[in-house]
């Protein structure tokens, strides 16, 4: 069954071209059950390859939380990028593809005393903490690990708002890495997160210079920092053009050089640069109704098994498929998901061609916190994800 989508330019601005040829030939090719996660390898390949490329003495680690469909970590593993972890769960993952400890870290200020246990066990060696009470943990379930401590820095320039629920102001970071090394804890950095699919790469300034005063006071206290953790946060576009990460890791690279020693050790988290825009999930129209004025379109996937970040704002863009007839008019349409909840609703006055019960919807870059978010409520199903 031959499917026609109508594409145009501002589609391959979203995602690339590449992607997309490969997502429209492998739904002619194979008509999946929807809904389909599809994921091209050669954009996370070209993804893995950039991060990081324009700072000095850096590592990255994939944030697995991201997206932690099992072939999705065998190909970045392959491609030599280490992953950042949060859970026993995700680190069963990991050493189930043979991943190996020097290349994991962990940047959850709360983690479980089981968890804990299973990664000093495992080997890993770098923690992140923000409270007495994670220190008291570690230093009795993992004495000696290195440790890093979050501080909180401004999230205005995020889409997606991190600094309420993780991190300390200096002085009470300074404290927790003075308790660390009391504790018998290796303090050995810091680490904060500007918030995710960031939109402006002064924030990571911004950021460097409240930890450079956290560090020059360490140093005071006696304690010798040499890892810089800058999280994540890097954004991929979904609507509408977005800074690019060779801007923003060029910003990075100078004000790091500028404000701390030059061996000084620089971790990146990414998780939504690596597969977000890699991704295009391919739904089907399962309804239309009309209701005080709009029209309703419900798709067989919603915010319960797999656009859950539509709730906090992110917006989609979408592909349609055609009827066949060239020159068709836009107009407004909802977005509903297919449970019996009203809450899933996945976005509003969406101008887009005539949609008909049957056909498919592509919605793009949708790599990134979709599938991982999603549950069977209502017993419909995951998306699965297929690397093409």
């Known amino acids: 069954m031959t499917r026609t989508f109508r594409v145009e330019k501002v589609h391959s601005d979203i995602v ?7 997502a429209l030939k492998y739904i002619d090719r194979e008509n999946p059950r929807t809904p389909v996660l599809l994921l091209d390898r ?5 993804k893995v390859r950039l991060i990081g490329s324009r700072i000095g003495n850096s590592r990255a680690f994939y944030a697995l939380k991201a997206n932690a469909d099992p072939e999705v970590a065998r190909l970045v593993h392959g491609l030599g990028m280490g ?3 949060a859970s026993e ?10 991943v190996p400890p020097e290349k994991v870290i962990t940047s959850n200020p709360v983690k479980s005393p089981r968890f804990i246990e299973e990664a000093a066990s495992y080997g890993v060696s770098f923690y992140a903490y923000d409270s007495r009470a994670e220190v008291q943990k570690m230093a009795s379930l993992a004495p000696g690990v290195r440790v890093y401590v979050r501080l909180s820095v401004p999230n205005e320039g995020s889409d997606w708002p991190l600094s309420r629920k993780f991190g300390v102001e200096l002085d009470e970071a300074l404290a927790l890495l003075v308790l660390a090394a009391e504790k018998g804890l290796n303090p050995v950095g810091i680490t904060f997160h500007v918030g995710s699919q960031c939109l402006n790469k002064f924030s990571w300034n911004g950021a460097l210079y409240k930890a450079r005063a956290l560090w020059e006071r360490a140093e005071r206290e006696g304690l010798a920092l040499g890892v810089l953790n800058i999280g994540g946060g890097y954004p991929i576009t979904y609507t509408k053009s977005v800074v690019g990460v060779e801007a923003i890791e060029k910003t990075i690279e ?3 050089r500028e404000n701390f020693p030059p061996e000084t ?11 977000g825009d ?8 399962i309804g239309k109704a009309g209701r005080l004025g709009e029209t309703w379109v419900s798709l067989d996937v919603g915010v319960f098994n797999g656009l859950m970040e539509s709730v906090g704002g992110i917006t989609y863009s979408y592909i349609v498929e055609s009827s066949g ?3 068709q008019p836009v107009r407004p349409f909802v977005l509903a998901g297919p449970s019996c909840d009203s809450f899933d609703v996945v976005d509003k006055e969406v101008w887009l061609p005539e949609p008909r019960v049957g056909g498919m919807v592509l919605i793009l870059s949708a790599g990134a916190y979709t599938v991982c978010y999603a549950s069977e409520f209502n017993g419909f199903s995951i998306p699965r994800t297929i690397l093409i």
């Open 16 to 22: 690339s071209k590449g992607t997309l040829f490969k």
């Open 42 to 46: 050669e954009k996370v390949r070209e």
């Open 83 to 85: 992953f950042e972890v």
């Open 89 to 98: 769960g995700e680190l069963a993952l990991l050493r189930d593809i043979g």
């Open 254 to 256: 100078q004000a790091v």
């Open 265 to 275: 050790e620089v971790f990146i988290e990414p998780g939504r640069a690596v597969v």
């Open 278 to 285: 890699a991704g295009v999930l391919v739904a089907s129209v």
């Open 325 to 327: 007839k060239s020159g």
